[in-house]
Nanobody, 115 residues
Framework: QVQLVESGGGLVQPGGSLRLSCAASGSIFGIGTMGWYRQAPGKERELVATITSSSITNYADSVKGRFIISRDNAKNTGYLQMNSLKPEDTAVYYC?????????WGQGAQVTVSS
């Protein structure tokens, strides 16, 4: 089992920045790709960004050039740096990690972009 705990969400004004963290614990050996997904009210959960164990990254078109995904394998932690935030980025952000083909999810972190 892998436990994922997100932190760093909150309220920010348009144009501002936030950094989300995702701390992994438990059976962390063998964790491969980590990712961030988000779900806005009334919408389906969508991919934001992923990063492989060798740090190859992938981004949704809507966040390219604004968000940066990274990971620190020594700390078993993933990050999502979010810059130039827009109101449409408002959502619950979920951390995801895949270990031996099984996906694990965090509890979610609320990000609200509003003036």
């Amino acid at each position: 089992q892998v436990q994922l705990v997100e932190s760093g969400g909150g309220l920010v004004q348009p144009g501002g920045s936030l950094r989300l963290s995702c701390a992994a614990s438990g059976s962390i050996f063998g964790i491969g790709t980590m990712g961030w997904y988000r779900q806005a009210p009334g919408k389906e959960r969508e991919l934001v960004a992923t990063i492989t164990s060798s740090s190859i990254t992938n981004y949704a078109d809507s966040v390219k050039g604004r968000f940066i995904i990274s990971r620190d394998n020594a700390k078993n932690t993933g990050y999502l740096q979010m810059n130039s935030l827009k109101p449409e980025d408002t959502a619950v952000y979920y951390c995801n990690a895949i270990r031996l083909g099984i996906p694990y999810w965090g509890q979610g972190a609320q990000v609200t972009v509003s003036s």
